[in-house]
Every structure is written in structure tokens, then in C-alpha cells.
């Protein structure tokens, strides 16, 4: 029904940067709420950041200051720029869209694959 396809991750040393991407596809009628969310080996998954349809922004305290997350609607995709990388910041990265579909008329969450970042210090 709908596809979460993620790109960017990637090893990097400590203060570099990543941009991650995340493209959508499918019976698409709108997306709400987009996200990133990470789980490092032997912990939870957790909420990294989410952007509304409106471009309102949340993100982890862990994080803020050196991420963003942002959106391209006409494109059905969601970027997390990720600069001043630490080690604690090592995980597999996952994509989330609450996605309304064409048919039926309702929504639901979809995941990506994930993807591994790995800074090392």
C-alpha cells in the first residue's frame, strides 16, 4: 500500500554530519505527521524528531541544537540533517508516516526499513 524508502546513513566521525531521507510512495491521498525515530543495540526505539503537515517541529532533548528535520510535500519526503554527530548518536535509523490513503479514507502508520549510522569517536 505504501513504502518508506530511507537513504543517507552511513559511517561518520565524531562532529561530522549526515542528511538521512526518507521518500514515501503509494496509495497516497496526504501524509500527517512524519518522523525519525532510532534504536541503538540493547535499547528502546525513540522518538529522534517529527514534522506536522504544517511544519511544526518536535524533537528529542538529546538532540536539539544539532538536528533538523524538515519536509518536501510535492514530494512526499522527510530529511534529518544531523551535524555535530556524537558516538551516543550511533543506531539504526527508522522513517514514520501517518499516511491517509486513497482508498479506504483512513490512516495509518508506516515504517522504513531503517538504516545504521555510526559515529565513531
Known amino acids: 500500500q505504501v513504502q518508506l524508502v530511507e537513504s543517507g546513513g552511513g559511517l561518520v566521525q565524531a562532529g561530522g554530519s549526515l542528511r538521512l531521507s526518507c521518500a514515501a510512495s503509494?496509495?497516497?491521498?496526504?501524509?500527517?505527521?512524519m518522523g525519525w525515530y532510532r534504536q541503538a543495540p540493547g535499547k528502546q526505539r525513540e522518538l529522534v524528531a517529527v514534522i506536522t503537515n504544517g511544519g511544526s517541529t518536535t524533537y528529542a532533548d538529546s538532540v536539539k541544537g544539532r538536528f533538523t528535520i524538515s519536509r518536501d510535500n510535492a514530494k512526499n519526503t522527510v530529511y534529518l540533517q544531523m551535524n555535530s554527530l556524537k558516538p551516543e548518536d550511533t543506531a539504526v535509523y527508522y522513517c514514520n508516516a501517518n499516511v491517509v490513503l486513497t482508498f479506504p479514507r483512513l490512516a495509518y502508520d508506516y515504517w522504513g526499513q531503517g538504516t545504521q549510522v555510526t559515529v565513531s569517536s
Open positions: 503509494g496509495r497516497i491521498f496526504s501524509i500527517n505527521a
